[in-house]
Every structure is written in C-alpha cells, then in structure tokens.
C-alpha cells in the first residue's frame, strides 16, 4: 500500500523559471564632454542610476521582461556620461499560480537579468574611458511595491 503523506494531489509539480533567452534591446554610452571629462577630477562625480521594469505576455507561461537602466554622471555641472540599457529576457513560468505570475514575472526575473545588465554597464563605462561603474544589488521587490503604490 501506498503512503501519501500530502493526500491526493499532495505531488503537484513545483514552480520554476526558464530563462529561453537573455539580449540587449537597446544600449546607448555618451561621452558629450570629452576629452574635458576625461581629466582626473578632485572629486568623485556625482553618479544617478535609475532602474525601470516592464513586461508582457508572450503566450499563457512565456513573458518578455525588460530591465531598463538609465545612469548620469556628473562633476560641477558638467556631464560626464550618460548610459541607456534595455536588457530583456524570455522566460517561461512553470505551475506557477496566477495570483503571484505577477510578482515572479516583475520581482524574480529582473533579479536574474541584472547580473549581466550590470556587466554590460561596467564594460560600456570603462570603454568609454571611465573606471567601471559596479552598480550595488538592487531590490526588485521594493521597486515592485513602489511602482503599484503609485498605480
């Protein structure tokens, strides 16, 4: 005899992410004030990055989800870069419930693309002639809670 220790239905299939595919979308470095920004500062400039998520459904479990990043640094009113990413990826939501798809889809795989978003910003940065920019973690939950607070 069998022995279930859940009951019936008590060996449903876990949930899990794919990652089908990881690119850029749209990448752009400016350097508007070169050489003049590239002389050594006595300063650490002042550096803004801000993080945007969207996503859409591609079919019932595949959504492409775009981690947007748009960062300025400046040193006395003069800017010494500007950088623009949109790095996307396709996912597949497996046996995941529909009243939290929402939060895996704009929390959960952000957190996967970043690491390479922020890759792709430290070596766009230094070959533009600046040290790498290592941008800190982010948190995708915070900025999920911020973004339908607003809503």
């Not at 459904?57 to 500007?82: C, I, N, R, W």
């Not at 766009?124 to 939950?141: E, K, Q, S, T």
């Amino acid at each position: 005899m069998a022995n279930t220790n859940g009951g019936p239905g008590a060996s449903a299939a876990p949930a899990a992410i794919s990652v089908l595919g990881q690119y850029v979308k749209d990448l752009s470095f400016e350097n508007p004030n070169a050489p003049r920004s590239m002389m050594a500062l006595a300063q650490p400039p002042a550096v803004n990055i801000q993080f945007n998520v969207n996503a859409k459904p591609l079919s019932g479990t595949d959504y492409e989800v775009e981690l947007a990043v748009e960062g300025k640094a400046e040193h006395e009113q003069m800017v010494l870069f500007h950088i623009e990413l949109v790095y996307a990826g396709i996912f597949r939501l497996a046996d995941v419930p529909q009243d939290v798809a929402q939060q895996v889809v704009l929390i959960e795989c952000p957190r996967l693309l970043f690491p390479f978003a922020r890759q792709i910003i430290a070596d766009a940065i230094r070959d533009g002639g600046f040290p790498p920019l290592m941008i800190d973690p982010v948190d995708f939950a915070a900025l999920y809670r911020n973004r339908f607070q607003q809503a």
